[in-house]
């Protein structure tokens, strides 16, 4: 029997109607991650946080600083996304 029966049969359709859906990939950041991300691009830039010369921040650095910082790997294309998230 399928889930949705399941609830249906068990609950009625009130429990149908608030089923949510499957949370999606696990997030590469913790969202204490993301927000110190964050917090150093909206901030800082890359030569105030340790990280070359360079006065903007690109997504050729925020690999680098991800990599450095919290030990994850992730592609410019990935990281367009993110921010656009």
Do not use: H
């Amino acid at each position: 029997m399928s889930t949705y029966v399941k609830n249906f049969t068990t609950s009625g359709m009130e429990a149908l109607l608030k089923q949510t859906p499957p949370p999606g990939k696990r997030p590469y950041l913790t969202e204490e991650e993301q927000q110190e991300l964050k917090r150093m691009i909206v901030e800082s830039t890359p030569t105030k946080e340790g990280f070359g010369l360079e006065s903007c921040w690109n997504t050729r650095i925020l690999q680098y600083v991800i990599e450095d910082k919290f030990a994850v790997t992730m592609s410019q294309a990935g990281l367009r996304i993110f921010f656009i998230a």
